[in-house]
RNA sequence: GGGCGUUUAGCUCAGUUGGCUAGAGUACUACAUUGACAUUGUAGGGGUCACUGGUUCAAAUCCAGUAACGCCCACCA
């Protein structure tokens, strides 16, 4: 059997992939085994998937498919995201470019059913590209965050939380673009420095004590914005600011309005050293105004502004004019009153709506809220409780992690996840979109107050017995009734409706659905199966940024909904820098395209690049090259390359043009684009190549194999060391994986692969090729490391698992067994202790560093193929060891004799080389110069020396001897002696060269 | 401004509870070449562990401070 030279990464991909689904071996379904669940984090459908992905996924399926192989029963959950407004942006963007018509145009439905179709052929470029990354999910339960299951998860959800007095009515300061009358969400705003004005102004402080008082005080504040002032409900100075100390407390006349307002002391508002240390605070028109008002709720709040932008009736006057016009109006005003004390010219960071690029205001307006602090309050009797729930939402979520019943790793990401949840702050849950789950809220305005009892009675009396389960939020203030019913039924709509009970506009928070990802996708709010046998899930697997906005929530809702958080295991892994340290992203152009990488590399080149960058602490860089399209040069990326500057670029190889890779947002056709290359992929596809090519050389090899057992007792050392090594590496790889230290576990199997079974163990097996022993040993160390390997690298374990399979269906150690099918539900690898070798591991590594000695001696004296003759002098016992793979050392390091003992002789000119078991003599004769290797002796003489005074000035200070361990007081006295008397065998030998 | 990180070889990163002469990969240099693998092999050079103090017999490691960088959150009347 031969296998070809290279392995080819994309033939194996096509074959294993079809391979494996047709086989079925993803699918999960309840059994009798342990459960390991993942759900996957679903990835918006706003696109392609980026390295990021890449990264989160493959360290996903590497436990996956550890899991799986440790018998568990494995169930990767996968599913998109529907993502509210990013993916709202982009699919109206893209209408617009195309057809220059806005969602108003389009109209509600047909811009819904625009996104879906956008939704369904992401949706299917995202599988299709998870699955070439190899991901063994669960395809048949794929699940979409707006589908019908999770809508009536939703539906629930929000029902229930309606209902227990969770979800409430407030007002919340939101991005108003009075241009287009809409809110907008953070993220559709952007923010830029423009022209503007800082304005000082002066209020009358009242004295209220002598209101006759001639003497008119004032105080003096600042602004950029005059026109809200007819909002303002105080000033506000910092509490220990002493001009202003005998102020707070009296209050200031408004003089536009004629209001009277407060002086507060707010230490979080006010900046003593700014403008004149005094503010005033409009509540309903700046966030920071607001949540002053929020900690001193008496000051009031009053919205100024229309829905279009003009003064409202509380700017008496000034109603209907423009905000801008009324600032003018505002500033002329207090001029003539005298109250007005300058202004300066000033920039200013000012939002922007994105789409009308007209300035935002915050604007106050009514939203729906999740309480976070307190129980709901509502819930009579009869309502299902989650433990600990009187206590709040927030606190129950705080709970489960300070108890560790759900455990991060690494463990310093749950603060994050502690302080977020610890500021209690009520979610707000309404967008003002139109992709998502549309809130299940109708709402009456009622005509009087007469109309508004009658309704109330109604719903309590009857029609809640013929709607279904529902519930009402009266508000008695504005004479409006919401309701909320848990399911739509034939007639419940019509009559609703009917009644003049009308639907919200809004939809939810992408991320309340996303909240319950973990058991909506099992079935919730159904009793299934699924939620019963794999909820709680196992890991969560996710980055840091969403550790708040989603993690926090699951816990949250799971505990709620489900009565147990939703998974064990938190895993938070790092983020992928670009070469400058910089985040990847798409608006700054220096992502890098996971396809790229496969077609260049191969998907187990990518994962394991993934893994091995998947450290404990640190974020990882990954300077990237333009492999040039015409030459394959490779030509660095330079940041100037970013932000898609640079269009073009020459190849200093070829000369010829072509544009740099990257996330281009469309195709060039005049230029062909480069693809992206880092040597960090190189890494893991010379390594599958390794891999292969040793495989490759162990099938020719095996003419005559025969399973057998290995006994350890009788092994050949080599063999036993082998063995030993395999054997400890499992084990450690297994740890680690139980840790998940991900690099680690790429860099255990890489050294043990690559440099000590293929550079040792491999190589000493090239003298042995017909014994049964060695071919057995060689077999199960390959079946071993396969095992080990598949987690990582799917596809290349899999091609050599069905190679071997076919020379050695049976084989392992020490028993033989029959081989699994398949890579994927191998059993992975457990060696007991027994096979552990530690006195065998220090008498190969002892052969290592003489054979490393000698090609060492070799390289410095030019010597290439000359045999050389070798004498060792070492006790007895080293010498036995020796003695056993002096076969080895002899080839490894091309020897023509090689005389171990107590009492050789060595030659007149020699190299030497020193350990402290043993000195080797390399016979040299006519080969030294010995004034050179005199040199050479000297300077390592003098290294020894050096080492062993600052050493032994250690050992003579007696604070050290007696306050150190006595192993390390042990151990440095034996370096001295070592040292010693390596030293004198040096000299020994410089003497008699330069004799 | 608050929080969390980072700073070790040209580059990308390891370095467990302080303890042998600080490691790996890559890049670089020299040599090798038909027998598993040039996606290779052998060897070599390359480090004031960001800086300053402190604790200790002993600090890359612990503590404090400084500087630079990154991320998250808040904010600039």
């Given at each position: 059997m031969e296998l070809p030279k290279t392995f080819d990464a994309k033939e194996a991909q096509t074959k294993w992939l079809a391979h494996w689904n047709e086989k079925n071996y993803f699918r999960s379904e309840p059994d009798d085994r342990e459960p390991y669940t993942i759900v996957i984090p679903p990835p918006n459908v706003t696109g392609a998937l980026h390295m990021g992905h890449a990264l989160n996924n493959t360290l996903q399926d590497v436990l996956i498919r550890w899991r799986r192989m440790q018998g568990r029963n494995a169930l990767w959950m996968p599913g998109t995201d529907h993502a509210g407004i990013a993916t709202q942006a982009v699919v109206e963007r893209l209408i617009f470019q195309s057809e220059k018509k806005t969602r108003?145009?389009?109209?509600?439905?047909?811009?819904?059913?625009?996104?879906?179709?956008?939704?369904?052929?992401?949706?299917?470029r995202i599988v299709e590209q998870l699955k070439q990354l190899g991901c063994s999910c669960d395809w048949e339960r794929i699940r979409f965050t707006l589908d019908d299951q999770c809508a009536k998860a939703v539906r629930e959800t929000f029902f229930n939380m309606f209902r227990d007095g969770y979800i409430y009515r407030g007002k919340r300061l939101v991005n108003w673009d009075p241009h287009l009358q809409t809110s907008v969400a953070d993220d559709e705003t952007y923010t830029e420095d423009t022209k503007g004005g800082f304005w000082t102004f002066k209020y009358e402080v009242i004295d209220e004590a002598r209101p006759s008082r001639r003497e008119k005080q004032y105080i003096q504040f600042s602004t950029t914005r005059p026109e809200t002032m007819f909002g303002d409900t105080a000033l506000c100075v910092h509490p220990s600011d002493e001009r202003y100390q005998a102020l707070i407390g009296k209050h200031v006349l408004q003089p536009l309005v004629n209001r009277k307002i407060p002086i507060i002391a707010?230490?979080?508002?006010?900046?003593?050293?700014?403008?004149?240390?005094?503010?005033?605070?409009?509540?309903?028109?700046?966030?920071?105004?607001?949540?002053?008002?929020?900690?001193?709720?008496?000051?009031?709040?009053?919205?100024?502004?229309?829905?279009?932008?003009t003064i409202n009736s509380e700017g008496g006057a000034y109603q209907g004019q423009d905000r801008f016009k009324a600032r003018e109006a505002v500033v002329k005003a207090m001029e003539e009153l005298g109250l007005y004390e300058g202004k300066e010219d000033r920039v200013i960071p000012l939002k922007y709506s994105d789409r009308s690029k007209s300035p935002i205001e915050p604007y106050l307006s009514a939203q729906w809220f999740v309480r976070m602090n307190g129980g709901g309050g509502k819930a009579e009797g009869g309502g299902r409780k989650a433990e600990g729930e009187e206590a709040g939402l927030a606190q129950m979520a705080i709970e489960a992690v300070l108890s560790?019943?759900?455990?991060?790793?690494?463990?310093?990401?749950?603060?994050?996840?502690?302080?977020?949840?610890?500021?209690?702050?009520?979610?707000?849950?309404?967008?003002?979109?139109?992709?998502?789950?549309?809130?299940?809220?109708?709402?009456?305005?009622?005509?009087?107050?007469?109309?508004?009892?009658?309704?109330?009675?109604?719903?309590?009396?009857?029609r809640n017995h013929w709607i279904g389960e529902c519930d009402i939020i009266p508000d008695a203030e504005n004479l409006t009734i919401h309701v909320c019913i848990l399911n739509d039924n034939s007639h419940s709509i019509p009559d609703l409706e009917g009644d003049a009970y009308f639907r919200s506009d809004e939809v939810l928070d992408t991320w309340f659905s996303s909240a319950l990802w973990p058991y909506s996708t099992l079935g919730w709010p159904e009793k299934t199966p699924e939620l019963d046998y794999y909820y709680p899930t196992?890991?969560?697997?996710?980055?840091?940024?969403?550790?708040?906005?989603?993690?926090?929530?699951?816990?949250?809702?799971?505990?709620?909904?489900?009565?147990?958080?939703?998974?064990?295991?938190?895993?938070?892994?790092?983020?992928?820098?670009?070469?400058f340290g910089e985040t990847m992203s798409?608006?700054?152009?220096?992502?890098?395209?996971?396809?790229?990488?496969?077609?260049?590399?191969?998907?187990?080149?990518?994962?394991?690049a993934m893994v091995n960058l998947a450290t404990e602490t640190q974020d990882s860089r990954l300077p990237v090259v333009n492999v040039c399209p015409h030459c394959s040069a490779q030509v660095p990326v330079k940041q100037e390359h970013m932000y898609m500057r640079t269009k073009k670029l020459a190849c200093p190889a070829c000369k010829k043009e072509f544009r740099p890779g990257?996330?281009?947002?469309?195709?060039?056709?005049?230029?062909?684009?480069?693809?992206?290359?880092?040597?960090?992929?190189?890494?893991?596809?010379?390594?599958?190549?390794?891999?292969?090519?040793?495989?490759?050389?162990?099938?020719?090899?095996?003419?005559?194999?025969?399973?057998?057992?290995?006994?350890?007792?009788?092994?050949?050392?080599?063999?036993?060391?082998?063995?030993?090594?395999?054997?400890?590496?499992?084990?450690?790889?297994?740890?680690?994986?139980?840790?998940?230290?991900?690099?680690?576990?790429?860099?255990?199997?890489?050294?043990?692969?690559?440099?000590?079974?293929?550079?040792?163990?491999?190589?000493?097996?090239?003298?042995?090729?017909?014994?049964?022993?060695?071919?057995?040993?060689?077999?199960?160390?390959?079946?071993?490391?396969?095992?080990?390997?598949?987690?990582?690298m799917p596809f290349v374990s899999e091609s050599l698992w069905h190679a071997l399979g076919e020379v050695a269906p049976e084989r392992g150690l020490p028993f033989p067994a029959a081989a699994?099918?398949?890579?994927?539900?191998?059993?992975?690898?457990?060696?007991?202790?027994?096979?552990?070798?530690?006195?065998?591991?220090?008498?190969?590594?002892?052969?290592?560093?003489?054979?490393?000695?000698?090609?060492?001696?070799?390289?410095?004296?030019?010597?290439?193929k000359e045999p050389l003759d070798v004498m060792v002098r070492c006790s007895a016992s080293v010498a036995d060891d020796l003695a056993a793979l002096s076969p080895f050392i002899v080839s490894l390091g091309q020897l023509k004799s090689l005389e171990?003992?107590?009492?050789?002789?060595?030659?007149?000119?020699?190299?030497?080389?020193?350990?402290?078991?043993?000195?080797?003599?390399?016979?040299?004769?006519?080969?030294?110069?010995?004034?050179?290797?005199?040199?050479?002796?000297?300077?390592?003489?003098?290294?020894?020396?050096?080492?062993?005074?600052?050493?032994?000035?250690?050992?003579?200070?007696?604070?050290?001897?007696?306050?150190?361990?006595?192993?390390?007081?042990?151990q440095q006295r034996d370096l001295v002696s070592d040292l010693a008397q390596q030293m004198k065998v040096l000299q020994a030998n410089l003497a008699e060269l330069l004799s």
């Open positions: 108003h145009d389009l109209g509600r439905e047909e811009l819904v059913k625009r996104i879906w179709e956008w939704k369904d052929k992401y949706e299917a707010d230490g979080l508002l006010a900046d003593p050293e700014l403008g004149t240390g005094c503010v005033k605070v409009t509540p309903a028109h700046d966030p920071n105004d607001y949540t002053c008002w929020q900690r001193n709720p008496s000051i009031g709040i009053i919205n100024i502004l229309n829905p279009d932008g560790d019943r759900v455990k991060f790793f690494p463990e310093r990401y749950k603060n994050a996840y502690l302080d977020w949840l610890g500021e209690k702050r009520d979610w707000c849950i309404s967008r003002q979109l139109w992709w998502g789950h549309r809130i299940p809220v109708w709402t009456r305005k009622c005509t009087d107050d007469e109309d508004y009892q009658w309704q109330i009675t109604t719903w309590k009396q009857t196992s890991t969560l697997c996710t980055s840091r940024d969403i550790i708040t906005l989603w993690v926090a929530r699951m816990v949250l809702t799971g505990l709620y909904n489900v009565g147990e958080i939703p998974f064990h295991e938190v895993y938070v892994h790092p983020k992928m820098l670009d070469g798409k608006s700054k152009g220096n992502g890098i395209d996971p396809l790229d990488i496969i077609e260049l590399y191969g998907t187990d080149a990518l994962r394991y990257g996330p281009w947002p469309i195709d060039d056709t005049a230029l062909p684009t480069a693809k992206q290359g880092s040597d960090k992929f190189e890494l893991g596809r010379n390594f599958a190549n390794k891999i292969w090519n040793a495989t490759r050389f162990i099938l020719m090899n095996l003419e005559g194999y025969t399973p057998g057992e290995i006994d350890i007792e009788t092994l050949a050392i080599e063999d036993r060391w082998i063995v030993s090594r395999l054997a400890t590496t499992a084990n450690r790889v297994t740890e680690k994986l139980e840790g998940y230290h991900f690099a680690e576990v790429a860099k255990l199997i890489y050294d043990f692969v690559w440099n000590e079974f293929c550079d040792w163990y491999i190589e000493m097996s090239k003298s042995r090729r017909s014994d049964p022993v060695c071919q057995r040993v060689l077999v199960g160390v390959l079946d071993g490391i396969l095992r080990l390997i598949h987690p990582i699994e099918e398949s890579c994927c539900i191998a059993k992975w690898p457990h060696y007991s202790d027994v096979l552990i070798d530690v006195g065998t591991e220090t008498g190969i590594a002892r052969m290592q560093e003489l054979v490393r000695g000698i090609r060492e001696i070799r390289n410095r004296y030019s010597i290439d171990c003992g107590p009492t050789v002789l060595k030659p007149k000119q020699a190299a030497t080389l020193v350990n402290p078991e043993f000195e080797a003599y390399v016979a040299l004769a006519g080969l030294i110069d010995p004034a050179v290797e005199a040199k050479r002796l000297e300077k390592q003489i003098e290294q020894m020396r050096k080492t062993h005074d600052s050493t032994n000035a250690k050992l003579a200070n007696e604070s050290f001897t007696s306050k150190a361990p006595p192993e390390v007081v042990q």
